[in-house]
């Protein structure tokens, strides 16, 4: 089935008067505008929805959103009467965090009778890969944790468990891959479980959970063209990768922002879109 896809434009500038002037530029080729911490920090949300709106752009706030339950909670509801179309919230802030956030912005959308945002379940930022997700941030792959669970069921302690441990922290490159899809994929889950209405992946984990959540809306970051560095992304694929593998909406910003080899902010969303009817074409 095809799915619509969204391109989400990241406005990521200091100032009102800049990011009037590049939606004025950008927005006629992109459906969302979306407002993170350095435009929020120095413009202030109600002044940027009024323009992202004034150019006609649906607006996504990127606060993360990532405390106890109680304080998101009143921070979503927050957000939700400024009228925005989408927030997101860290999926590793539990189920009982995401859940409030749901409940309190479809609280406060009713009392002000206003569409509640959709809620965007953050997994992993796509600029971590797996030493840091691993060593530095001490997630363990969910598959890895119930052989652990097992092992200890089964009576095994010392030199017995090494090799359990030794294929955590030695990885080949493909289980690497394979370790943070069963991650991501396990946070998802637990969004979609309490009711959260989009999942946000880097694109190598998509596939993954589209076949696990065949109608959720799927939002992939590290978006890149064959000609573009990756940045601080490490977790990337071109735009038909990430479409043909089931996303609905794709975060593209510095490779727009930045074009690479003489070309233009158009020709590189142009190139995009192209990419995108292509995957879609083959998706059927």
């Not at 992109?30 to 993170?36: E, L, S, Y």
């Not at 921070?75 to 859940?99: I, P």
């Not at 289980?175 to 999942?199: F, R, S, W």
């Not at 490779?255 to 070309?263: D, L, S, T």
């Amino acid at each position: 089935m095809k799915r619509e896809v969204k391109l989400f434009f990241p406005v990521d500038v200091s100032s009102a008067e800049e990011a009037h002037e590049l939606l004025a530029e950008v927005g006629p080729y992109v459906d969302v505008a979306k407002v993170g911490m350095e435009l929020d920090n120095n413009a202030g949300l109600p002044t940027m929805v009024v323009i992202c709106n004034a150019h006609g752009k649906e607006v996504f706030v990127d606060k993360k959103f990532f405390d106890i339950p109680n304080t998101v909670g009143k921070a979503a509801a927050g957000v939700t009467s400024f009228g925005v179309d989408y927030f997101n919230v860290m999926a590793l802030g539990g189920k009982r965090m995401m859940a409030a956030a749901v409940e309190s912005a479809a609280l406060r959308a009713q009392k002000i009778q206003v569409k509640r945002p959709k809620i965007i379940a953050v997994s992993m930022l796509t600029s971590m890969a797996y030493d840091e997700v691993v060593s530095e941030a001490g997630v363990v792959p969910p598959v890895l944790i119930m052989m652990l669970q097992k092992a200890a069921m089964d009576g095994l302690i010392g030199e017995e468990v090494l090799p359990l441990l030794q294929k955590l922290f030695s990885a080949d490159p493909a289980d690497q891959l394979k370790y943070v899809a069963e991650i991501v994929l396990h946070l998802t889950n637990d969004a979609v479980e309490v009711g959260v209405d989009c999942a946000l992946s880097s694109p190598l984990e998509t596939s993954k959970i589209r076949r696990g959540h065949p109608d959720i809306e799927i939002i992939n970051p590290g978006i890149r063209m064959p000609w573009d560095p990756p940045d601080d992304q490490r977790r990337t694929a071109t735009p038909y990768e990430a479409v043909r593998d089931g996303a609905t909406g794709l975060v593209v910003g510095r490779p727009v922002r930045n074009p690479q080899g003489g070309r233009t902010r158009q020709d590189v969303i142009d190139a995009i879109r192209v990419d995108i009817q292509k995957a879609l074409a083959e998706r059927g």
